[in-house]
């Protein structure tokens, strides 16, 4: 499983999400709400989820694509599909010990896995808006 907002997709996402289908057998990737986009980064998604959903879902290495939970720290969708591991994007802002911790209040215990950034000098969503 992995997480992201995916506005701009880019070689960096696909390197990440690519990394993350080798971790296990089927990769699902949850993409953020918009409104935890707006909370968490402090600023709107240039496409909304839905358009964002759709250009994760046409990527050929991803099994499946959803959206994430409407509140943030909800796990609901990390219930639904109980992932064996979860991966982590180089510069997203979960710690992995305190995931750890909130997973396994509620029961679940994967592993989890930070993926190593792709050329992010070149590659990062907020250095790719500045550009165009």
């Known amino acids: 499983m992995a997480f992201g ?3 701009i997709l880019h070689p960096g996402h696909k390197f990440y999400l690519k990394q993350a289908k080798k971790l296990g057998g089927k990769l699902v990737v949850v993409v953020a709400r918009d409104k935890n ?4 980064k402090g600023k709107k998604a240039l496409n909304n989820e839905n358009d964002r959903l759709a250009f994760v879902t046409h990527l050929s290495f991803v099994d499946q694509a959803v959206l994430g939970d409407r509140e943030l720290r909800k796990w609901a969708v990390v219930k639904r599909f109980h992932p064996v591991t979860i991966a982590l994007g180089y510069d997203q802002w ?3 010990l305190s995931l750890r911790k909130e997973l396994a209040k509620i029961g679940l215990n994967p592993k ?5 950034a792709f050329k992010p000098k070149k590659n990062k969503s907020s250095l790719l808006k500045k550009s165009s």
């Open 112 to 116: 989890i896995v930070r993926i190593k």
């Open 37 to 40: 986009v707006l909370e968490v």
């Open 5 to 7: 907002t995916f506005d």
């Open 94 to 96: 979960a710690s992995i």
